[in-house]
């Protein structure tokens, strides 16, 4: 069997201005470690750059704090990152957010965050409540070329 | 933790070159936003932004510079980009910003071609 080497991160981080890139840049770095390539790097610290975003914007939380935790591992064949980045708010319908979302390529201002999201990463899933929080669950896998 | 993002323009006959350097947030889109306001006030009608040195973006960010395109396509001038990372340039699609502003690979081809 293929040994597999497995990195964790967790990290709690106050919703203050610009800390998604602390939260992009742990996550970089891990990556890093694990081997991947400098493509599925970028697009996993856009991916949650825009899930701190959200969770600082709009999930109206009382503690004013994002749980995020990084899991990596590397195998013979590849490596695989999963992020989950959680706040403990008043939780959103994902499905409605979806209907209003603009078209692909369709210039709109804002409410693409979880468009970016889902486009940058290999699988997206959103655990909601009506204030019981969010926890969005990323994967990023890449295979060795 | 701030971020700020540095913006450096270069003027030239027929128009300007911004560089960025750093996040392009709110604070950063704001920032490239009231050079760019001052540039059309100015009479500028041709902005290249240059993001050689800008390696990560946010939505928000984006959707000031998408205001900033609505803003000149008003005046009836052009804006372009280019030196994005494929990431960014990604991004840009999805956001629609690729539809209204070109995005050249160097900054000589886009000189060449907005005659800068």
């Known amino acids: 069997m293929t040994p597999t080497a497995e990195r964790q991160m967790d990290l709690t981080l106050p919703m203050v201005e610009d800390i998604e890139i602390a939260a992009a840049r742990a996550l970089g770095n891990l990556a890093?470690?694990?081997?991947m390539s400098q493509k599925s790097i970028d697009e996993m610290m856009h991916a949650v750059i825009e899930a701190c975003i959200n969770a600082r914007e709009h999930s109206g939380c009382a503690d004013n704090r994002i749980y995020l935790r990084f899991i990596g591992s590397?195998?013979?064949d590849g490596s695989r990152i999963d992020v989950?980045?959680?706040?403990?708010?008043?939780?959103f319908d994902p499905d409605e957010a979806r209907s209003r979302r603009p078209a692909p390529g369709e210039a709109h201002k804002r409410g693409r965050g979880l468009q970016l999201i889902e486009a940058h990463m290999d699988e997206v899933d959103i655990s909601t409540h009506r204030n019981g929080g969010t926890t969005i669950h990323m994967v990023k896998h890449e295979k060795k070329s | 933790m701030t971020e700020e993002l540095k913006v450096a323009v270069d003027r030239k006959s027929n128009g300007a070159i911004l560089y960025t350097r750093g996040y392009i947030n709110n604070v950063g889109g704001e920032e490239i936003a009231n050079r760019a306001y001052e540039l059309m006030d100015e009479g500028v009608r041709t902005l290249l932004l240059n993001l050689?040195?800008?390696k990560i973006v946010n939505s928000i960010g984006?959707?000031?510079l998408i205001e900033i395109i609505e803003k000149m396509m008003e005046k009836g001038g052009?804006?372009?980009f280019c030196c994005l990372t494929p990431v960014i340039h990604k991004t840009f699609q999805i956001m629609g910003l690729a539809n209204y502003a070109k995005i050249y690979d160097s900054e000589e081809a886009a000189a060449a071609?907005?005659?800068l």
């Open chain 1, 32 to 35: 890093r470690e694990l081997g």
């Open chain 1, 74 to 76: 590397a195998q013979g």
């Open chain 1, 84 to 91: 989950w980045v959680t706040d403990h708010g008043k939780g």
């Open chain 2, 52 to 54: 050689r040195e800008t």
């Open chain 2, 62 to 64: 984006i959707s000031i």
């Open chain 2, 78 to 80: 052009r804006i372009a």
């Open chain 2, 113 to 115: 071609e907005l005659a």
